[in-house]
């Protein structure tokens, strides 16, 4: 858990604290989806949480930037699929494995028979199941299968793009899914009142970043694979779950993450 007291932060709008406090609710946020170490004014963190989630683009721009020039420094010097290895691990490690390790709790609960309230409890549990296993297994060799595909010239740019469709998908799925649990957990420190504007906000970063780099073709395509992706993901944790947990966030930007990779392979094979 973050340092940082909620304190009134429910008494506060999450938009007006992100404008007025751009900073300080930025990094809340980076501190929370990285493990880069950036300490000042940490102390604030729990104010402005809610906040934070309208830099969650950003933020996933900043993990893409630093993935791509990597894989651009060193492209001269490795194979396509050694970088893609390179590429996958780096986006993992900014993130501390956050996100995988959501989708293993979540595989664990959603593909088990269980009802709703054994299926919460098996996703708490901090032991990966089997499904959690074979879901991080698919997941991983998807990306590489795709990056590893597709030339090197553009594998920096679909690096760059993946961490930003992929909390924009975590961002969408808290705007049209209520809070699965009840009490207190890590996901519920982000919702707000706020999130469907927020949510809005992020489709339109994501939208202008992707249709400054690619055709507008391949933009909007790669805009509905992102929002098809979230809106499939959080039907399903509705139907299952009744909401989403900060371990289903987790897994929608993991999925994401594949599902734009792979479009975006599939679009240069096409072109």
């Known amino acids: 858990m973050k340092n940082g007291s909620p304190g009134n932060c429910n008494q506060e709008s999450a938009f007006g604290l992100a404008l007025y406090h751009p900073l300080a609710s930025f990094l809340a946020g980076f501190r929370f989806l990285t493990i880069l170490p950036v300490s000042w004014m940490s102390n604030t963190d729990g104010r402005f949480f809610k906040a934070s989630l309208l830099w969650f683009p ?12 990597l894989i651009w420094f060193v492209s001269g010097l490795l194979p396509s699929s050694v970088l893609a290895f390179f590429g996958i691990l780096v986006l993992a490690a900014l993130s501390g494995c956050l996100h995988l390790d959501g989708l293993a709790d979540s595989c664990d609960g959603l593909l088990s028979s269980r009802p709703r309230g054994r299926a919460l409890e098996i996703m708490r549990d901090s032991h990966a199941g089997v499904m959690g296993v074979i879901a991080l297994v698919f997941i991983l060799l998807g990306k590489y299968a795709a990056l590893s595909s597709m030339p090197k010239e553009d594998m920096a740019m679909i690096l760059f793009i993946m961490p930003v469709a992929g909390r924009t998908a975590i961002v969408l799925m808290m705007a ?21 504007g927020i949510a809005l906000s992020s489709l339109i970063f ?42 289903t966030l987790g897994a929608v930007c993991e999925c994401t993450e594949l599902t734009v990779a792979v479009t975006f392979c599939v679009l240069s094979g096409i072109n």
């Open 58 to 69: 950003a933020i996933g721009a900043v993990i893409g930037l630093l993935a791509a020039m």
């Open 176 to 196: 049209v899914l209520p809070y699965a649990r009840t009490g207190d957990g890590l996901g519920k420190l982000f919702y707000s009142g706020e999130s469907r």
């Open 206 to 247: 994501f939208l202008i970043i992707t249709s400054l780099l690619y055709s507008l073709v391949t933009a909007v395509t790669l805009f509905l694979t992102m929002l098809a992706t979230a809106a499939l993901f959080s039907l399903w944790c509705y139907l299952k779950l009744g909401g989403a947990t900060g371990d």
